[in-house]
């Protein structure tokens, strides 16, 4: 009897902690995030220009919220800078789902912003392998803006029902509401944003919060515990990139067949084990079982680029990495405090943030709410301010495109080539840091 009354307190203690944290991440809000007209954004290998072509105010400034249509060029990039930034997936703090393996914690904040980061990059290389980099999500433009008063209002009511939840053993309801889809195109048009519409909501699905997810948070935690970690603890961008490789390699859904990870060792990327990664056997026979160049591989690439704080020097090579097409971004952040990188504006980062608490989503019903796994506000954070060590990600979709990347890696300002041997070529950054691509070719 004394063991069952302590986990009662147990378990309550735990509902009333998330009701805490709850209504703590979801008031952390902050005002609107400014932009310069005078300089170019740079998103995830994108590019965009705010300025008009008759605007010369060296000043002038916009934000992403309500600067809608300047005129000219400027006006379409920002509603294009817009639209590619809420299409982008989400990932953010979660409460009320089902119990996290080894705990009875049913929430993850204050603790698993690191592993949101993670699976936002994990996200995007999906988008990339089933969607590509041109696509956008249809509702990105009609998602409001994360108003105050509506997020509190949220959260003051979640915080009544889970302590209403946490003293009657119930669960509080999830009616999140469904956005509708806009007017129907032709049959051609609307049966290829039906199926990409499938496929992100698939997407999706796999990074839910239930132990059936793929690559949810349940899944993850499970198996940081081989790692000695465990619900509540905090995971760092190295051991995240190895939880997600893990959980790549033995997803069961066969729409994850095709795709694979890689993490680096010791910052080095050995070339013949990710062209193995690329390739994989297909029965051709009794005989023979040729391989073939039909898997992509996500590349995970554990940094530290400083000591205490990030060195300077690193600012230009972190902005030559978002800049290219083939990174998926970076997770890290300020210390103790995640978030995914995504793009650059002069000397501010611009990042999806996890830690905002939000109300757990069934993903196993048919059209679940999508608008919650979407953000329509980006943030800037100054690159000094950025924590050295970070994860570095990049999708590779076959061995060609891997050779493109190398190729990319070595134009990069703060890369310089070196050779090591006839068959070794290290890519190495200036100063104490390296990142090293050897090709370990076989005989």
């Known amino acids: 009897m004394e063991n069952k009354g302590t986990d009662e307190v147990e378990k309550l203690k735990t509902k009333f902690l998330s009701a805490w944290h709850n209504v703590k991440y979801s008031w952390a809000l902050k005002s609107k ?64 789902f089902p ?23 994990l996200a995007q290389a999906l988008i990339l392998h089933f969607l590509g980099r041109d696509w956008m999500w249809s509702e990105a433009l009609a998602l409001q803006p994360l108003d105050t008063e509506t997020w509190t209002t949220s959260a003051a009511k979640r915080l009544v029902a889970s302590l209403e939840a946490s003293l009657q053993g119930e669960r509080p309801s999830d009616p999140g509401p469904m956005l509708h889809a806009p007017g129907a195109p032709g049959r051609a048009e609307e049966a290829d944003i039906h199926q990409r519409e499938v496929y ?36 760092g961008p190295a051991v995240v990139a190895h939880i997600l490789r893990k959980a790549v390699e033995e997803a069961t859904d066969p729409g994850l067949s095709s795709i694979t990870a890689y993490v680096s060792q010791d910052c080095t990327v050995y070339s013949a084990d990710v062209i193995d990664s690329h390739q994989s056997c297909v029965a051709g026979g009794a005989d023979a079982l040729p391989l073939t160049d039909s898997r992509a591989v996500i590349i ?12 300077p020097e690193y600012f230009n090579f972190v902005k030559s990495i978002l800049s290219l097409e083939y990174c998926i971004g ?13 793009g650059f504006q002069d000397d501010s980062l611009i990042y999806m943030d996890p830690h905002y608490c939000q109300s757990f989503v069934d993903v196993s019903t048919n059209h679940f709410p999508l608008q919650s796994y979407h953000c329509p506000s980006p943030k800037k954070m100054p690159f000094s301010k950025m924590d050295p060590s970070c994860t570095i990600g990049f999708y590779s979709r076959s061995v060609q495109d891997y050779q493109t990347i190398s190729h990319e890696l070595s134009k990069v300002g703060e890369l310089k080539a070196s050779l090591f041997s006839q068959n070794h070529l290290s890519l190495f950054l200036n100063h104490c840091h390296q990142i090293k691509l050897i090709p370990n070719m076989k005989a």
């Open 300 to 311: 995970f690439i554990p940094v530290r680029l400083g000591g205490e704080k990030t060195n």
């Open 99 to 121: 119990a996290l393996p080894g705990s009875s914690l049913t929430s993850d904040c204050g603790w698993g912003c690191m592993l949101r980061a993670g699976q936002m990059m």
């Open 330 to 342: 970076i997770i890290g952040g300020k210390p103790k405090q995640a978030c995914y990188f995504v």
């Open 200 to 235: 992100h909501r698939t997407l999706v699905s796999w990074l839910g919060d239930s132990p059936q997810a793929q690559l949810g948070v349940h899944r993850l935690v499970e198996l940081g515990l081989v790692s000695g970690k465990r619900a509540g603890d905090w995971y």
């Open 33 to 96: 995030t400014y932009f310069s007209r005078n300089s170019p954004v740079f998103l995830l290998g994108k590019c965009y220009h705010f300025k008009a072509d008759d605007e010369d105010s060296p000043t002038e400034s916009c934000s992403t919220e309500v600067c809608d249509a300047p005129p000219a060029t400027g006006g379409d990039d920002v509603e294009a800078f817009r639209r590619d930034f809420a299409s982008r997936v989400w990932l953010t703090y979660r409460e009320e």
